[in-house]
């Protein structure tokens, strides 16, 4: 086989991987992958968990590759729904809480305990005794809530690698051993370091189990964006077989069937319009709030909801091949492309972990050969103390406790954080893209304008179009009959009324012939609207739907509805473009409308007619040119964009899809909060640079008297328990330190 026909073989794997702990399995995930042969290229995606394998390996050999790296997986095929991921997400931080909780039961007591003197000395025989159990005790629990972290520093080691859960089996490892030689050795060691640490493995597993349960819950559930995507497709459709009309799975339906479609009902497949008409929803294709009439010829997209009228359609794209399906996969991909994030504790780990070792064996020698008698004992106190004082307590919780307390303060401000990243990202936007309806615009077709001609006022325009609209199922009737409620009209019975696919209605009132519609239903009339052709150019301009009223081959008035921007749209916009942001209109709207609602925000850069791949396409070119690019979208065709972008700004009242495909819900709706999400990620990344500071500084100034750097000069020598204590005043400072955003004013924050 020569390597052009190998290319064209191959194809991609998607595998559920179970066992992946923390970013740094990503490593270890790609290197057993890529040594399978036929592999070509492995994408990691640590977010769900999954990995994407291009190329021509056997599926069994991608698995037991990860099997003998100590990972379980399965081969995930189709459209799956991924409910047991998030599933599993939810045990995995409840399980991480658990563990938590009963490592604080254990180490809290025990510390207590320690510094009230409530224990046995050791050396005597009620102290082995006591201190033997306790020794058990603290190993079952290191065992239940530290064992991921030892098997997770294992899987790293076999790829050369080191992470923080590396540091935390070094910290609470050696501090249970130290404590474990204690018991039998006690009267060979100095008597300062005659004392047991069992406390501080436990309270070091209770402070780093809390932070990646943090951490989990604040990353969010990623897999309700694929799964929300699924549920628009439906599990059966109508298809007519030999002149019956039956219900199939929606897998059995083959191309060029012909199928129904009822008031209602989604529409299963994408197809051709061959007999009938209606209005269909598409606004999860295209975003567009108002829906569009289908008549023969007309395309149809699977997902879209079926308003009233019954019709039937050809199929043209099934499977993997509809608009909804391409949808699907591009969320997915614009997921896994995103770079896992890399944390700044688990880069200072990489190089932290294995100077903390050389330097604890460093120590250890440097007093067996230097040290004064027993120069043993002082050897091992010096090196022990060195490894618990390096644990990494205040670096584990620098990231997650500042982000758990930066989500609170958020969420008392209008702004959800779906995920963790975005802290660190969105105040580092460049550019930021915005959807037209239902982001800039209110998303509700509304009454815009009424003007009345021939002797007519404008309340009896709009009294007789409101009439004539009681009896359409026109989604432009409910914006008309909306405006007449309010201004309490009371509406005249209307005989002989008819709707005239795609120009408009016709009714008789009062003996009279009315007609409401478009030029072409008044040419179809006779009725001449040269004289208001201007005015109609004009509505159309500002974003209008206009429509005309006529009686008597006269045309009496005119009647627009449009989608209005929200009040505080041009303030946004004016309040990011101060801050430097590039900011840009993307819609599936026409041009012209495009540009009248862009003109009324203020935004300057428009791009008009986008389809929801193509939405993606633009996030990924203005990413292309070096931009960090956010996306402000509600609706189902912006998630794969919400996904691609490096920030995903939902409008809280939009869809499902896009909140869930979002990194920042805005669950007021409005954008002004945009700005207000970026001033704190600002705040946000600086408090963790500050937290991670502190911490590293903790340990640059802790590790080396906790070799005995200041023995020769003070014959000072640091009590590993005086190491614990000030590892735990480093976490509180951490703790401390990222308590101060919950009284940030972000109003004067620029």
Known sequence: MNSEQEINQEQETRLSILGMRCAGCIAAVETALQSVEGVSNVNVNFADHSAVVTGVADHELLKTALKQAGYDAAVMEGFEDPADEEKQEEERYLDLMRKAGVAGALGLPLMLGAHLDWFPLMGTAEGTGFWTNVALLTLV????????????AIKLLRVKQANMDTLIALGT??????????????????????????????????????????????????????????????????????????????????????????PGEKIAVDGVLLEGHSTIDESMLTGESLPVEKLVGST???????????????????????????????????????????????????????????????????????????????????????????????????????????????????????????????????????????????????????????GYSEEQVLQRAASLESGSEHPLAAAVLAAAEDQRLKLDKVRKFQSVAGHGITGRIADQHWLLGNAALMAENNVSIESHHDKMIELAALGQTPMLLA?????????????????????AVQQLQ?????????????????????????????????????????????????EIVGMVGDGINDAPALAQADVGFAIGTGTDVAIESADVVLLQGSLLKVAEAMALSKLTVTNIKQNLFGAFIYNTIGIPVAAGLLYPLFGLLLNPMIAGAAMAMSSVTVVSNANRLRWIKLDETE
């Open 141 to 152: 629990v290191m065992f239940y809530s530290g064992g991921h972290f030892f098997t997770s």
């Open 173 to 262: 490892g050696s501090a249970w051993l130290y404590s474990s030689i204690v018991i039998d050795y006690s009267d060979q060691l100095p008597s300062l370091s005659n004392h047991a640490y069992f406390e501080a493995s436990a309270v070091i597993l209770a402070f780093i189990n809390l932070g990646s349960a943090l951490e989990t819950r604040a990353r969010g559930k990623t897999s309700a964006a694929i799964r929300a995507l699924i549920g628009l497709q439906p599990r059966t459709a109508r298809v007519v077989r030999e002149g019956r009309e039956i219900d199939v799975p929606i897998e059995e339906v083959g191309l060029g069937e012909t199928l129904r479609v009822r």
């Open 300 to 454: 149809v997209a699977a997902g879209t909801i079926n308003q009233n009228g019954s019709f039937l359609f050809s199929a043209t794209r099934i499977g993997r091949d509809t608009a909804l399906a391409q949808i699907i996969q591009s969320v997915r991909q614009a997921q896994s492309s995103k770079p896992a994030l890399a944390k700044l504790a688990d880069k200072i780990a990489s190089i932290f972990v294995p100077a903390v070792v050389a330097l604890s064996v460093f120590t250890f020698f440097i007093w067996l050969i230097f040290g004064p008698d027993p120069a043993l004992g002082y050897a091992f106190v010096t090196s022990m103390t060195v490894l618990v004082i390096a644990c990494p307590c205040a670096l584990g919780l620098a990231t997650p406790i500042s982000v758990m307390v930066a989500v609170g303060r958020a969420a008392q401000m209008g702004v959800l954080i779906r995920k963790g990243e975005a802290l660190q990202t969105a105040g580092k936007l460049t550019c930021l893209i915005l959807d037209k309806t239902g982001t800039v615009t209110i998303g509700k077709p509304t009454l815009a304008h009424v003007a009345a001609f021939e």
């Open 551 to 571: 009686v008597d081959q006269a045309v009496v008035g005119i009647v627009s509805v449009a989608d209005p921007i929200k009040a505080d749209s041009a303030q």
């Open 578 to 626: 101060r801050l430097g942001v590039r900011v840009l209109m993307v819609t599936g709207d026409n041009e012209i409308t495009a540009k009248a609602i862009a003109a009324q925000a203020g935004i300057s850069e428009i791009r008009a007619q986008v389809l929801p791949r193509d939405k993606a396409a633009v996030v990924k070119e203005l990413q292309a040119r070096g």
